[in-house]
């Protein structure tokens, strides 16, 4: 059936973290980090991510 193919693919979706200013929205969005945080920040691994929903950009740490 069709649907059993699907299942693996629905699996492999990357999880995304959600907006911690609309609770709704994702951070799917990759945003290039200012030149501070590029800087100051380099040793720790902090990304830059868009929500989809409200726009609002936050920096989310990594978690191991
Ligand atoms: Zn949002």
Request: with cysteine.
């Amino acid at each position: 059936m069709v649907l059993d193919l699907n299942k693996e693919w629905i699996n492999n979706v990357q999880t995304y973290r959600k907006c911690p200013h609309c609770q709704k929205g994702q951070l799917d969005t990759r945003v290039k980090r200012s030149f501070l945080v590029k800087y100051v920040f380099f040793w720790m691994d902090v990304k830059r991510y868009e929500c989809n929903t409200c726009g609002k950009k936050s920096y989310i740490k990594r978690e191991a």
